[in-house]
């Protein structure tokens, strides 16, 4: 089962952000992927959006998937195994 946490943020700073909370858990979730703190998955879970609907808010602000080249070899290698070669 997986845990939650409850964040507690007072109306008026929501009213002054003029932001909803889907708004501002999209917000915390792109702020994160964009750190590197979350995967693009777990992002779009915070996001509480499909991950493809994630992507577009993402190309929206002009932020690319991280994909460094260790993830590239890594990709490479695990295609080679499940093509028997």
């Given at each position: ?9 007072p ?64 990709d ?5 195994t499940?093509?028997?070669?």
């Amino acid at each position: 089962m997986a845990a939650s946490m409850n964040i507690e943020v007072p109306a008026d700073v929501m009213e002054s952000a003029r932001m909803t909370v889907q708004e501002a858990k999209l917000e915390l979730a792109i702020a994160l992927f964009s750190r590197e703190r979350l995967s693009m998955g777990k992002a779009a879970e915070l996001a509480g959006m499909p991950l493809g609907r994630f992507q577009l808010q993402l190309a929206a602000r002009q932020i690319g998937p991280h994909y460094s080249v260790e993830d590239a070899l890594e990709d490479s290698a695990t295609l080679a195994t499940l093509r028997g070669s």
